[in-house]
């Protein structure tokens, strides 16, 4: 008897990756559990989103509520977390720090980190809990639900075997009617980051480039956004020879895909770029054994722009934004091509392939190329292109190249609204000089030192000059190889994402 598959690589399904419910309360309710804030007050713990209903509660149990909070060691401390069983109720509070002004990303992170400790205790059943963080402007209530709803993304395994059951809904104390545009917002928000995880979590037999591409049509199918998807024959016809030369060793062939969200009365145009190698074997240049396992998340930029384009059509935001997704599979076969090999880009530039596992930067050229013919106000691309980014600033921490101090500014900034971190690096005259190669125009990889400012050099050849661009690498915080904190699963974060709309946002009339 035949069995279901597991996963349908041709038509995305939603029920993938599925958010609680989300919703203002006023009260605890029927809820399985609640998540309060404490923070340290002049040397003492002081309770954030305490309620007469916690109280009563705590006096059953035996006490106040500070004072049994107090007896099992809370102080406030960031990251701490202290858990009572109280009647019919499971109680987290989460230490927040002695700063009550507190910042959207500390409100992320409490939130979070409170239903990571619900979750962790698993249930048959789905577990409904309450948040009260006291967050009471809508920017506020926003965090709170974007953490919480983060933190309560899963990705569902390819297993027969079952599974603890989810958070079913999470409540919101304290928010008002005013915030049900925020809570709707978060929801967006985090299930394009959900979306995102989804498909960089999925193993590489089951998301080649084409398979991505119809997943992709699933997911815009009912939006606003436009997608148009290049085939071999089409890419070949238009001259993307970079994409072309990359997917050349796999028996699956690449695809580009071009999103178009253009809401009516729009003055500001947005594109977008993200790096799309669904398996990243290295090609000749092979990777080490080590290295090959996590070679799946190597899409994750194009999983970024995807997701964050439906997600900026859903906010309605005033912004034209364009969106190119280039996949490829870099493998080694007798069609691979070769380090020595001149590659010929969209826009005729000519590059010496002196590493084939620098194949992000070659596909991103012919998509950073594509890009001058859009009349763009900003032009972003974001990939996790470079272990030299990775080296440079650490597993958590995204590198950011631009062509002003202005982009750079807006980028930051619009990070720092999101709540991902990121450096600047500089891009300088001394790596510009490093370009040229022998036998063409440019070379694709220089020696090792600097090797994250040479990629971004190299990207930044192929926009047009005067275009106000940056580059975003994501090497390192794109994928957690360590444990889950606060609201970042292990493995695929889908960090870019929030960034990508909150620039979005900042662009938008």
């Known amino acids: 008897m035949a069995t279901q598959p597991l996963f349908d690589s041709s038509r995305f399904d939603p029920e993938r990756v599925a958010l609680p419910g989300i919703e203002s309360v006023r009260g605890i309710g029927k809820a399985d559990a609640a998540v309060i804030g404490v923070v340290e007050s002049n040397r003492h713990p002081t309770l954030i989103g305490t309620t007469s209903e916690l109280e009563s509660k705590a006096a059953k149990a035996g006490g106040g509520l ?252 005033g912004v034209h934004v364009t969106a190119y997704a280039p996949l490829a599979e870099s493998m080694i076969s007798g069609s691979a091509y070769r380090p020595g090999d001149v590659i010929t880009t969209f826009d005729g530039t000519t590059v ?43 597993p958590q921490i995204a590198g950011l190249m631009t062509s002003d101090d202005a982009t750079a500014d807006r980028l930051l900034d619009a990070a720092e609204a999101a709540g991902e971190e990121f450096w600047q690096l500089p891009i300088t005259e001394h790596v510009r000089k490093l370009l040229p190669s022998p036998v063409a125009d440019l070379r694709s990889k220089a020696d090792r030192n600097g090797g994250a400012l040479f990629a971004g050099a190299f990207l930044q050849h192929f926009v047009a000059e005067g275009t106000s661009w940056a580059h975003l690498d994501i090497a390192g915080p794109a994928w957690n190889a360590s444990d889950a904190h606060d609201y970042v699963p292990a493995h695929a974060t889908g960090m870019g994402v929030r960034t990508l709309i909150e620039l979005a946002k900042s662009m938008a009339g």
């Open 352 to 394: 010496e392939n002196t590493n084939s596992d620098c194949e992000g930067r070659i596909v991103l050229a012919d998509a950073l190329a594509r890009t001058n013919q859009d009349d763009a106000d900003m032009v972003v691309d974001i990939a996790t292109l470079t272990g030299a980014c990775v080296v440079a600033l650490g």
């Open 66 to 317: 500070l004072a049994l909070l107090s007896a099992r060691g809370a102080t406030g401390e960031v990251g701490e977390v202290t858990e009572l069983h109280l009647p019919a109720l499971q109680l987290v509070a989460v230490g927040m720090g002695d700063d009550l002004d507190l910042r959207p990303e500390d409100l992320r992170r409490a939130a979070g980190l409170g239903v990571r400790q619900v979750m962790q205790a698993g249930s048959a059943e789905p577990r409904r809990i309450v948040i009260s963080l006291d967050a009471g402007a809508d920017g506020q209530v926003q965090a709170v639900a974007e953490g919480a709803l983060l933190a309560a993304s899963r990705f569902r395994k390819l297993s027969r075997v079952a599974e603890s059951a989810p958070v079913e809904t999470i409540g919101i104390l304290g928010s008002n009617r005013s915030s049900a545009r925020a809570l709707a917002a978060a929801r967006i928000t985090a299930q394009a980051v959900a979306v995102a995880r989804d498909w960089t979590n999925l193993p590489p037999n089951l998301l080649g480039p084409s398979d991505l591409a119809e997943q992709a049509r699933g997911y815009l199918k009912d939006s606003k956004v436009e997608l148009e998807i290049l085939d071999e024959k089409a890419l070949d016809k238009q001259g993307f020879g970079g994409i072309l030369a990359v997917g050349g060793g796999s028996a699956r062939p690449p695809r580009l895909l071009r999103l178009d969200y253009r809401p009516r009365g729009t003055k500001r145009h947005l594109v977008l770029v993200g790096k799309g190698i669904t398996y990243d074997s290295g090609g000749f240049n092979l990777k080490p054994a080590d290295s090959l396992l996590t070679m799946k998340h190597d899409m994750a930029g194009a999983a970024d722009v995807i997701a964050a384009t439906r997600a900026i059509a859903e906010l309605g935001l």
